[in-house]
């Protein structure tokens, strides 16, 4: 038993499986928005520094720094990967707010790998607005369709590289000793190259599910879980141990999450970014492959002809991607394989040694949240 936080559940192995029962949801909640807003002042006060820094260059340079910060900045952010580290930064004992450069690093991070993955899919809508291509693309006075697109595209490039530039800038100037700045680059590094591998898998995919799955837990997993997870912990002077346990945690939340991303992507509603994009771009993820799996007859060629050749999809292609993803099994099969995955994470959770157990739980409603969240 790992303990009892009043207010919040029990939490206790019976077997192989974890057992909690909830009653602080609200808590959770209020912790996630309370870190998520101490994180973008962070953010907030890091972008009006660098705007005063492009000004003395130019004011296009300024403009240029401008559109990362706006797109940064966006509501739509929920800020789990500046989160997590600072959660497991206090589990294992840290101290001081030197954490809180280290989460914006990671956010940064993420806005330069959001920024590419949306070019290399040609998305046009993220976190309730344009895609950074799409921004440029506006802004550009090219007349020629072509050259404009190639080099808004080339523009939102540089402009992820940048990001990833201030990420590392923020880990060097942050207040932590050297050689933990230097386990820190280290560690993002390296779950970064698991990151681009999983992007690779993800640009060759021709829907295999064993590498789809490999794809899901590289391309997500490591910079969504892994990655925030085991940073705070190196932060905070936490042992290899626990480093290893994080990771297997991370892994599991990552694909758990993924699985959920790509159920919202064809049946949410209002999520911030285009609807059913895999299915525009006829890419195959673990819906669409289970799914083609098991269709049988004309459904399976009205359904490949849908997904791989129909280049401008109408409400009622949609309803029969819908319909068949579910009359499959797939979306059952999927909605499974999350919960294993989340319930992996849950009985890892129970194995941590950490100083604060307060924040084991927020670890526990995470983990339901990423299997049931609406957005």
């Known amino acids: 038993m790992i303990g009892h936080m009043k207010g919040s559940y029990y939490l206790y192995t019976m077997g192989k499986h974890l057992v909690f029962r909830k009653t602080g949801e609200n808590w959770f909640k209020k912790e996630l928005a309370r870190f998520k807003r101490e994180i973008e002042k962070r953010l907030d006060v890091f972008f009006q520094k660098k705007m005063q820094e492009a000004v003395k260059m130019d004011k296009e340079y300024q403009d240029f720094v401008q559109v990362l910060f706006e797109y940064t900045m966006r509501k739509g952010a929920k800020r789990i990967r500046g989160t997590l580290a600072c959660i497991t930064y206090k589990m294992y004992g840290g101290i001081g707010r030197s954490i809180l450069d280290i989460a914006t690093a990671l956010e940064l991070v993420h806005s330069f790998l959001l ?110 879980f892994v990655n925030p997870l085991t940073v705070g912990a190196v932060c905070a002077g936490a042992d290899r141990s626990e480093i290893k346990k994080l990771e297997d945690i991370g892994r599991n939340l990552g694909i758990a999450f993924q699985i959920r991303d790509d159920i919202l992507d064809i049946f949410g509603e209002n999520i911030g970014k285009d609807s059913a994009s895999d299915i525009r771009e006829g ?71 950490v100083k604060n157990t307060k924040y084991l739980y927020f670890l526990l409603y995470l983990s339901e949240y990423v299997v049931t969240r609406k957005k």
């Open 115 to 224: 920024i590419h993955d949306d070019w290399i899919d040609q998305d046009s809508k993220r976190r309730g607005g344009d895609t950074v291509h799409k921004v440029f693309e506006k802004r550009l006075r090219i007349t020629d369709k072509q050259k404009r697109e190639h080099t808004s595209g080339s523009c939102a490039v540089m402009l992820g590289d940048l990001a990833s530039l201030y990420s590392s800038e923020l880990v060097l100037k942050s207040g932590f000793a050297n050689d933990v700045k230097v386990r820190v680059l280290k560690n993002i590094i390296s779950n970064l190259s698991n990151t681009v591998y999983g992007e690779y898998l993800d640009i060759l995919n021709f829907g295999d599910i064993g590498k789809i799955k490999r794809m899901i837990e590289n391309k997500t997993a490591f910079y969504t």
């Open 283 to 353: 890419k195959v993820n673990l819906l669409t492959a289970y799914a083609l799996k098991n269709l049988k007859g004309r459904d399976l060629t009205r359904f490949k002809n849908i997904l791989f050749k129909k280049k401008h999809l109408n409400k009622h292609d949609i309803e029969f991607i819908k319909k068949s993803i579910e009359t499959s099994g797939s979306l059952d099969y999927n909605v499974k394989e999350a919960f294993e995955h989340k319930e992996k994470a849950q009985h890892t959770i129970s194995k941590l040694k």
